[in-house]
């Protein structure tokens, strides 16, 4: 196996949900709902891969889809190279003992009435066998002290209701780790939690990464905390991929004028004189994301784009390739005579700087 093989990848990745209920014979058929429409990610052991975008975008759909929670539409997602769409129970439990997921409200995602020892227990013989005495005991600890909830002994009988939120979540990775996954994938897993915790669990799972070299997918909407994270970010806005790059060039250099409007937007502790509201107004780049029941024809961000020209509004552009590692699905980096003019760094001065989003993590 090459080592550049990524653990988890999709091509094409779509999920259209049906607007409007069954449909009934006799009648046109209900419209669809263009929730993800032709995603391309890969995941590489060892890496975190953010996926960022506003609400409403299709990240948490993406990470269901790889997840396998929610079948395809279309496309394609391989594991370790080989297509990985599950037929049956049995195939299922295969694919999440390596692919495990990360909801992203520990207050639903863990069963109230039962305790941590249960939940983790449950984990434990569903992916490792049937764990009895000293073996489930010491499986236990593990787990425990690897998400840094030590000594065990203090956690491992707690119910639900007497952790705190940054506990809760703990439990849940720990959880996602009974099955020695070789990915995680994150649904906003700080979103939930007080901002005074969100760091330590980015920091968990970067430990994670690091130590045990976890592929992970971190779904978030806020840009700034993607820059501490994440080793390269795609930006997603109304189900299709705006920008990829390495974290700090996305984050330093936006090239989509939809990337430059997320950092401009994001909360800068130094940014006193509301540079970057002001950034955003001078971008005109207000409104509501189009319709994804009739999405327009195009560009998804034209209706919004200061930048847009007939061709954005004509035709749908593939990802670009602008330098190495860099792509963005923007007209105004081809090569056609007809494309609009994307000024280089453009109204970026606001969140441009996000030094101070560390803290916001």
Same mark, same amino acid.
């Not at 703990?170 to 901002?195: G, K």
């Not at 130590?211 to 501490?228: K, P």
């Not at 950092?263 to 509501?288: F, H, I, K, N, Y």
């Given at each position: 196996?090459?080592?550049?093989?990524?653990?988890?990848?999709?091509?094409?990745?779509?999920?259209?949900?049906?607007?409007?209920?069954?449909?009934?014979?006799?009648?046109?058929?209900?419209?669809?709902?263009?929730?993800?429409?032709?995603?391309?990610?890969?995941?590489?052991?060892?890496?975190?891969?953010?996926?960022?975008?506003?609400?409403?975008?299709?990240?948490?759909?993406?990470?269901?889809?790889?997840?396998?929670?929610?079948?395809?539409?279309?496309?394609?997602?391989?594991?370790?190279?080989?297509?990985?769409?599950?037929?049956?129970?049995?195939?299922?439990?295969?694919?999440?003992?390596?692919?495990?997921?990360?909801?992203?409200?520990?207050?639903?995602?863990?069963?109230?009435?039962?305790?941590?020892?249960?939940?983790?227990?449950?984990?434990?013989?569903?992916?490792?066998?049937?764990?009895?005495?000293?073996?489930?005991?010491?499986?236990?600890?593990?787990?425990?002290?690897?998400?840094?909830?030590?000594?065990?002994?203090?956690?491992?009988?707690?119910?639900?209701?007497?952790?705190?939120?940054?506990?809760?979540?703990? &439990? !849940?990775? =720990? @959880?996602?780790? /009974?099955?020695?996954?070789? +990915? #995680?994938? $994150?649904?906003?897993?700080?979103?939930?939690? %007080?901002?005074?915790?969100?760091?330590?669990?980015?920091?968990?799972?970067?430990?994670?990464?690091?130590?045990?070299?976890?592929?992970?997918?971190?779904?978030?909407?806020? &840009? !700034?905390? =993607? @820059?501490?994270? /994440?080793?390269?970010?795609? +930006? #997603?806005? $109304?189900?299709?991929?705006?920008?990829?790059? %390495?974290?700090?060039?996305?984050?330093?250099?936006?090239?989509?004028?939809?990337?430059?409007?997320?950092?401009?937007?994001?909360?800068?502790?130094?940014?006193?004189?509301?540079?970057?509201? =002001?950034?955003?107004?001078?971008?005109?780049?207000?409104?509501?994301?189009?319709?994804?029941?009739?999405?327009?024809?195009?560009?998804?961000?034209?209706?919004?784009?200061?930048?847009?020209?007939?061709?954005?509004?004509?035709?749908?552009?593939?990802?670009?390739?602008?330098?190495?590692?860099?792509?963005?699905?923007?007209?105004?980096?081809?090569?056609?005579?007809?494309?609009?003019?994307?000024?280089?760094?453009?109204?970026?001065?606001?969140?441009?700087?996000?030094?101070?989003?560390?803290?916001?993590?």
């Amino acid at each position: 196996m090459s080592h550049s093989t990524p653990v988890l990848a999709a091509h094409g990745l779509t999920k259209h949900f049906r607007a409007g209920g069954r449909r009934i014979a006799g009648r046109p058929p209900a419209r669809a709902i263009h929730a993800v429409d032709g995603v391309d990610l890969e995941l590489h052991r060892g890496q975190v891969l953010a996926v960022v975008g506003e609400s409403g975008s299709g990240k948490s759909t993406v990470a269901r889809l790889l997840a396998q929670l929610i079948p395809l539409t279309d496309g394609q997602v391989l594991l370790d190279g080989a297509d990985a769409r599950v037929r049956g129970r049995r195939a299922f439990r295969a694919y999440v003992r390596r692919v495990q997921m990360i909801f992203q409200d520990p207050f639903a995602s863990i069963n109230p009435v039962h305790p941590v020892r249960y939940t983790l227990t449950r984990a434990l013989r569903l992916h490792r066998g049937r764990l009895q005495g000293a073996q489930l005991e010491a499986a236990l600890t593990e787990l425990l002290e690897r998400v840094h909830l030590t000594p065990a002994a203090r956690y491992v009988d707690k119910y639900p209701h007497e952790l705190s939120g940054g506990q809760r979540q703990r &439990i !849940a990775i =720990a @959880r996602a780790l /009974a099955a020695e996954p070789e +990915v #995680l994938l $994150a649904d906003e897993p700080v979103s939930m939690l %007080d901002v005074s915790i969100r760091l330590g669990i980015l920091n968990l799972l970067a430990d994670l990464r690091d130590r045990l070299g976890i592929a992970v997918l971190y779904i978030t909407h806020d &840009i !700034a905390s =993607a @820059r501490y994270f /994440a080793d390269r970010t795609t +930006v #997603l806005y $109304a189900g299709q991929v705006m920008e990829t790059g %390495d974290s700090e060039s996305v984050t330093q250099e936006p090239l989509h004028p939809y990337t430059r409007l997320l950092v401009a937007s994001a909360p800068d502790p130094d940014d006193l004189a509301g540079a970057g509201a =002001a950034a955003v107004r001078d971008q005109g780049t207000g409104g509501e994301p189009p319709s994804l029941v009739d999405p327009p024809p195009g560009c998804r961000f034209a209706p919004r784009c200061p930048y847009a020209a007939d061709l954005c509004r004509r035709e749908t552009p593939a990802l670009i390739e602008v330098s190495a590692g860099r792509s963005a699905a923007c007209w105004g980096y081809s090569e056609r005579e007809d494309r609009p003019s994307v000024p280089a760094g453009a109204a970026t001065s606001g969140g441009g700087s996000t030094s101070g989003g560390e803290g916001n993590a």
